[in-house]
Structure formats: C-alpha cells, structure tokens
C-alpha cells in the first residue's frame, strides 16, 4: 500500500524524468564520434560556419572535408554557394560550433542532439494534453527516446531533426487552439442564448493566440526546409474543417459557410503571414550582404524584370530567382544514389541510410577482431517503427468508423509529413526524411497501448469521448511489459549501429534482418 503511493505520488514528474535522462544519455554519449563529416554533414555543417561568418553560405575548397575536420575550419571563401535549403537550421548548427569550436565535432552536432532531448520532453507534453495521462506520456516519450531513427537523427548535423521539432511545434499550438476556440464558441452561444440573438453564421474569431503560435512554428519550420510547408497548408485546412464541425455541434445554421467564408479568412491571416515573415526573416543574412548566391543576380541589365515588374526592388527579383531555382532544384533531383529510398517503402523501412561506415582489419587502429565496423546506419527500432506503422493503418480504419477528433489529429500530421512525399516517388529521397513524421508514428502507437490499458478515450463519433467496453487491464499490462523489454533490447542491440561503435563485422551482419539493410 506504501509503495503504491509512492508511486502516486512521485511518477507524475520521476517518470518523465527518467525519459529525459535516457534520451539525453543516449544522444549526448560520445556525440563527438567519429570526428568526421558524416553523409549531408559535409553540406550542412561547412555551411553553418561560412554561414556564421559571412552571413552567407560560401564556397569551399575541394577536399575540405578532412581540412575541416583537421581544425582549419577558416578555408572558404567569400563567393556565394547554391544552397536549396533554407538558413535556419543552418544558423543553429553554427550555435554549437561558435561555443564550442569549428573543429569541434561535438559542437557541430549538440545543438541538433539537444533539439531531439526537446522534442522528446515536447511529445510527452502533447501525449499528457492529447490522452489525459502521464503514464501514457511517459511510454510515448520513452519510446521516441529509445528509437534509432530519432536517435541518429540527434545525433548527426542534418537538418531534418529540425524540421519534426519545429511542426512539432506546431503541432501542439494546433491542439491547444482546438480547446481554446471550443471554449468560446460555446461562450459565444451561451449569450446568444441568453439574449434570443440568431446565431446566424456564428462568430468571427481574431482572437486565437494559438493560432498564431502555429504559424509561428510553421514559418520556423519552413525556415529549416520548404517541406514545412506541407504542415502548414495541411493543418491550415484541418482548422478550417474543425471549426466547420464546432460550429454545426454547436448548433450554428450556417455552420459550413461560416467556418470557410467567415472565420476561414480570419484564420489564414493569424497563420499565414506570420510563417511569411517568418520564413523572409531566416534570409536575414542573404538580404543585408551582397555575397551571397543570386544575391545580385538582378541588377544586371540582362536579367532584371522588365515591363510590369520592372519596379520590384532588385534584391526582391534576386530572391524569387534564387527561390525558382532552388525549387526547380528539388523537384528535379532524380541523381541516383546507392541509398535512395521510395517514399512508399518508408512505413516498412526497407531502405535506410548508412550515414557512415568504415571497416578495419586486426591490428589497424584499435581493431582487436579478424574484421571491425564502424556505422552509423539509420534503422529505427524495428519493434516501434513497424508497431508504429501498424497503429497507424488502425487509425485510418478506426477514424472511417468512429470519426475520433484525437485520432483525426494524429492522422492529420501523418498527413503532412508524410503523403506530399508520395508525389516524388521518382525522386532522390531518403528514408531519414521519415523523422519528420515519426512523432505521429509514436502518437498512433500510445492511442493504441492506450486503448489496451484502458486509459485512451473510446469511440463515439464527431468529437465525443464515450466509453467502450473495459479491456482486461492485467492482459493489457503483460502484453505492454512484455513490449517494452522487447523493445528496450533490440533498442540496445543496435544502438552500436546508431553510435558508429567500433563492433565485429559478424555483429554488424547480424542487424541486416532485410537483404536492403545492407
């Protein structure tokens, strides 16, 4: 009886706790190996430190990888390099590597381990909000921090750990505008009622700090990669769709055309212009220096607009010619590379990225096998990832059945992460782009361990929250023990493979569970 209160009493905060702790220790022990520029590291970390001093991505010399890595980072010049990708992640790579050093390889890469701790302590906050339950919190986040894909997407200098963080974000202000503009509208409907108004249309709604928030991290997200624009186009749509169905629940006659003619327009000025400005004011660096790619392409005579245009400022042409290119660039790109993954594949992983491999013989270096490997390889925790993938597939059912709003969320940010992929099947893409979605991978998963325990929200259609029939709660808690230690097991059987550890090559053939792994 003891015991159990005190369990009470100290699992609302040792529990979360704990999950930080683990996901700290498992992306910050030994961040610094290898000291090498791994896979896009040699784009994005030499360019968050040209960045950092010129105020511009620059060029570099051939074969500035090993110089860099060496400490003489200072070797780029002051000529504008064409880079595709926003500044923003860029600029906070180039955080660490002021603290700490260029050639520190732990400071090129601690902002990013720190932002996956973050998204670990965010998750479990959007899990307590969403379902009502730390415990529930506290599993979702442990398996976010024990999974290999945000667990080598922390811990290498790309950009696309900053991409899930930032929707993340978004993510949450988006749940948190849903009650916020519930809340009101009923407000607003209780003094309708009380003074015989006719509702009419129902209210227009400037008001919604959350709403702002949103586009706030949208814009942020857009700043690291365009792919954020997908989570703001999509949940831009989601608002305008709750706000019709509040509005009918509500009792509102013209419940459609007033949540797409009335508040619709409300909604996409508190979230658009803000991700706007938001996504210009990353270009900071590239508008108040001349050096950068594109940077003057206007003002020569030969490619300025002319005609109706010709008034645009010269640096405003320059940046929608930059931003062109860069978007002819990515839609484009169809470079063969040896790890290349369909987008259709990236639920089952068939193909994940190997950051980094280096074998050794007995004797070479520290090598004490007949053959050494050294990986880091992008496998997430096959128990989650293909679970994850699973509860995923359940929710559409269950969302075609039931019309769950919890699950509708959930979706919906699959829906953005995940399906504008689907139109570049033809494309050089690669399996780590799926840390952008993987949150909501781990979000279809804790509904369901949810449902399992008894503790998740049951069906009862648009909105509601009814009961369904009581699991058996002992069952339940077996089979998630059961799950848990599975999971926690693989997770360290191939954390070498996510750490670039020094291992037997008979080990690291032991992780090729698919022909594709290799």
Known sequence: MVSVLLIRRWFPWAGPLFVVVVAAVLRLWNLGSP????????FYVKD??????????????????EIFANGNANIFTDVGSFVVHPPLGKWLISLGMAAFGPGNSWGWRIVTALIGILAVVLLMLIIRKLFGSTLLAVI????????????????VALLDNYVMFFALLGFGAILLDREWHATRLAAWMAKRAETGEWPGWGPAMWFR?????AGLAFGLTMSVKWSGLYFLAAFGVYVVVVDALARQRAGIPFWASGAILKQGPISFLLMVPIAVVTFLSSWTGWFVTTGGFYRTWADSPETAWTGAFAWVPHVVQSFWHYQVAAYTYHV?????HPYQSNPLTWLFMVRPTSMYYQSSAAGEGTCSFSTCSEAIT??????IWWAGTAAVLYLVYRLARYREWRVGLILMGMVAGYLPWLMYTGRTV???YSIAFEPYLILALTFVIGLVLGLAPGTGGVGADAVTREPDRTVGIRVLIGYLVAAVLVSAFFY?????????FSFWQMHIWLPSWR
């Open 35 to 42: 000291h090498a520029l791994v896979f896009d590291e040699t």
């Open 48 to 65: 968050a430190w040209s960045l950092f001093n010129n105020g511009y991505e620059s060029t570099w010399p051939d074969k500035a990888d």
């Open 378 to 383: 992008e496998i997430a925790n096959p128990l």
């Open 332 to 336: 484009g790109l169809v470079t063969p």
């Open 496 to 504: 070498p493979l996510w750490t670039g550890m020094q291992i037997p």
């Open 140 to 155: 979702g986040g442990f398996l976010f921090a024990i999974d290999g894909n945000a667990i080598v997407m922390s811990r």
């Open 430 to 432: 690669f399996q780590f």
């Open 209 to 213: 700090p959350w709403l702002l928030a």
